[in-house]
């Protein structure tokens, strides 16, 4: 009896330490997480997983707010079948230096700058992984946050609003030490998620394109097509952009609620993406497109904008290509980074502080219209 006692308890001894070491392996994070679909942001410390052999650790320098950041805490994908975990730490366009490696790491030593976007792990061997799309994971993509980490038993992972994160070297993005680090942190969403639709698509030089929706992803989406010689029209619901898509490149502004300008589109475009993140018809922008070729691509997420599918066989869009577009695969990802440092093209940023009530100011600005053109936390700044 004695014996099975010691036994227990000597094995129970051996558990309690295995766990206390597993619990100091993890690595302990602060930032900021709304915890329901209507609160506000408040400070919150947590802990990542321990960083494995293939990880490294990033010190968050900076984090864009991405009006997916606002979908997501405010809850507005259960229609999609995403629903918010809470509390919910939102960020998924980080740049920042890498502090530590696991010991297989080869892409990052420390002192390196590395980035982060939506994606933070895949399985890797499957169809979409193979075609370097891990976003479409066929065993399930783990993003960077709301997202169960079934890499990591299954937890809830915390995105960039905050002080640090860990990730797999393969789903971190190196930033060349050239770059413009502030401004780098948009291009690691808006910037791969305008980029990509848009090689999909193979605009070209001369190519009449078009962006509906001219905020942060709409004005990376401008800069890129402004770099390829497309000739470029905007559309968005005010004028007080229409200098500014000038100064970007665009040779022509539309605003969407004056009846007048909005004629004479038909037929018109080789290209449309639309980055608008709130109802709309996306069929008035289908009709848009040149007959038999044109293409429209949908990267904006709004909670409902429906198209009919008998409106696009006798609603004036028939013979249009029409198709959605998530993201972009880690090596796009790299291309687009590499490719916007080199032409310098960034992102226009308003920096504010790692500050709770800051960022809550900063989403209803974004969603009032009245942030040119991203926001991005300076989380070096967080106390
Ligand atoms: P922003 O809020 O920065 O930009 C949206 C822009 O669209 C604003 O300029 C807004 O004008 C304008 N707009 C709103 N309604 C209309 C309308 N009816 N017609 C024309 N323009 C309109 O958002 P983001 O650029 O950060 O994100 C855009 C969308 O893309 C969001 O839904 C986001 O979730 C989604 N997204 C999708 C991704 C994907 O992989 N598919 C990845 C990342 C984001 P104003 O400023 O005046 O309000
Ligand atoms: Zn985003």
Redesign the pocket.
Known sequence: MKRIVITTMTTLAFFASAVAQNQAERVPAKGFAVFSATGTFHPYEFTRHAIGDNDILIETLYAG???????AAWDEHTAHGINGIYPMVPG?EIAGRVVKVGKNVTKFKAGDYAGVG?MVNACGHCTFCEMDKE?FCENGTTFTYNSIDRYHDNEPTMGGYSDNIVVSEDFAIKIPANADLKRVAPLL??GV?TW?PIHFSNVKKGDKVAV?????????AVQYLVALGADVTV????D??RADAFRMGAKHYVN?NKAEEMKGHSNAFDFII???????SPLVYARMLKYGKGEMT?????ETAMINAADLAMGGAANRKVY?????GIKETQEMLDYSVEHNIYPEVEIIKADASEIDKAYRN??????K??YVIDMSTIK
């Open positions: 707010i991405c009006h997916s950041d606002l979908h998924h939506c976003q969403c808006a998620t990509s509906a929706g001219y905020g942060g992803l709409g004005h990376m559309f968005d619901i005010t007080e952009k969407v639309s980055t608008i993140p709130s109802e709309y949908i990267v904006g997420l709004p959605g577009s998530l993201i972009g974004v969603q009032d219209g009245k942030v053109f991203r």
